[in-house]
């Protein structure tokens, strides 16, 4: 099966029919009432990155939700964030929404195509075709690792919806491990690459997800972050910001500094487009 980037996300829900998303429904919203009543939904949180409780608040939402900036190190997070239990419930049944619009679809399709493209060839031009395995943090339906499959990669991935996790095994027969990637018991150095393709804002721990993803990376192995870019502009990220969905908005200054503590040496850094970042970085051995 060649990866067909207009037919994959139709094919993702053809499988789920109206009375499987009611019962699905009802199920959330009961876990999430449950949790809502026992004050487990939210938590507070001071900086991710230094630990800090200093910082300048910056925007507050109807549900009292902050985004801050820390005036230590500069990181802006959402000083609330999802529990854990919230966040397996919140993720439980995610799938992506599909465009219906043919013309639109197609022009995302392209657009995503656009993306694995660029992001492949960063990788192989550093790896020199050694393709190895990669491991992808956060697959949705794996439509990324089914075309890096294609281009000769070993792959398989984490995901944290039910849902993904079925149409990514039994659809396209990735193999995809369930919860967040520091709770998985995986080998250490086992991986020759890692990527994190715009998951990295919603971490509810960024630093212990990198280190996580700094023990399982071989000596010498790669990990790729892209993430949204707004912190250049604090304005734009008000507009921006998804509180609290985004807990962390990375700078170039946070997002370096957040490799170096994860022990990874930064080989490749942009931010051309003001709303996306990305950053391929080594792992420094020993």
Same mark, same amino acid.
Request: aromatic letters at 8%; one cysteine or more.
């Given at each position: 099966m060649k990866y067909d980037p207009d037919k994959?996300?139709?094919?993702?829900?053809?499988? @789920?029919? $109206? !009375?499987d998303r009611k019962e699905m429904n009802e199920d959330f919203m009961k876990s999430l009432n449950q949790l809502q !009543? %026992? /004050? *487990?939904? &939210? #938590?507070?949180? =001071?900086? @991710? &990155?230094? /630990?800090?409780?200093k910082r300048e608040i910056l925007l507050t939402c109807d549900d009292n939700t902050q985004l801050c900036m820390c005036t230590d190190c500069g990181l802006f997070y959402s000083n609330t964030r999802p529990t854990k239990e919230a966040l397996a419930i919140l993720s439980k049944y995610y799938l992506p929404s599909v465009i219906t619009d043919a013309d639109i679809q197609r022009r995302q399709a392209r657009d995503k195509l656009e993306g694995? #493209?660029? !992001? &492949?060839? @960063? $990788?192989? %031009? =550093?790896? #020199?075709n050694k393709k190895g395995l990669l491991l992808d943090v956060g697959v949705a339906c794996g439509d990324f690792l089914f075309y890096a499959r294609e281009e000769g990669w070993k792959v398989c991935g984490t995901e944290l919806s039910i849902l993904c996790m079925h149409v990514a095994n039994e659809i396209f027969k990735i193999p995809v491990f369930y919860g967040e990637l520091h709770e998985l018991n995986i080998e250490e150095k086992t991986f020759d690459v890692v990527t994190m393709r715009h998951v990295a804002e919603h971490f509810?721990?960024?630093?212990? #997800?990198?280190? *996580?993803?700094?023990?399982? &990376? *071989? =000596?010498? /192995?790669l990990l790729l972050v892209t993430t949204p870019y707004f912190a250049h502009d604090v304005k734009d990220l008000k507009r921006n910001h998804m509180l609290p969905l985004h807990i962390v908005d990375y700078s170039p200054?946070?997002?370096r500094a957040f490799m170096e503590k994860a022990g990874f040496d930064i080989i490749y850094f942009a931010a051309e487009d003001v709303h996306n970042m990305t950053v391929l970085a080594r792992k420094i051995s020993g």
């Amino acid at each position: 099966m060649k990866y067909d980037p207009d037919k994959f996300l139709n094919n993702v829900v053809v499988s @789920l029919d $109206i !009375e499987d998303r009611k019962e699905m429904n009802e199920d959330f919203m009961k876990s999430l009432n449950q949790l809502q !009543e %026992q /004050g *487990k939904v &939210l #938590e507070k949180v =001071d900086c @991710l &990155l230094c /630990g800090s409780s200093k910082r300048e608040i910056l925007l507050t939402c109807d549900d009292n939700t902050q985004l801050c900036m820390c005036t230590d190190c500069g990181l802006f997070y959402s000083n609330t964030r999802p529990t854990k239990e919230a966040l397996a419930i919140l993720s439980k049944y995610y799938l992506p929404s599909v465009i219906t619009d043919a013309d639109i679809q197609r022009r995302q399709a392209r657009d995503k195509l656009e993306g694995f #493209e660029t !992001e &492949l060839a @960063l $990788i192989n %031009q =550093d790896v #020199e075709n050694k393709k190895g395995l990669l491991l992808d943090v956060g697959v949705a339906c794996g439509d990324f690792l089914f075309y890096a499959r294609e281009e000769g990669w070993k792959v398989c991935g984490t995901e944290l919806s039910i849902l993904c996790m079925h149409v990514a095994n039994e659809i396209f027969k990735i193999p995809v491990f369930y919860g967040e990637l520091h709770e998985l018991n995986i080998e250490e150095k086992t991986f020759d690459v890692v990527t994190m393709r715009h998951v990295a804002e919603h971490f509810r721990n960024p630093l212990v #997800e990198f280190k *996580k993803a700094h023990t399982i &990376l *071989k =000596d010498g /192995g790669l990990l790729l972050v892209t993430t949204p870019y707004f912190a250049h502009d604090v304005k734009d990220l008000k507009r921006n910001h998804m509180l609290p969905l985004h807990i962390v908005d990375y700078s170039p200054k946070t997002i370096r500094a957040f490799m170096e503590k994860a022990g990874f040496d930064i080989i490749y850094f942009a931010a051309e487009d003001v709303h996306n970042m990305t950053v391929l970085a080594r792992k420094i051995s020993g």
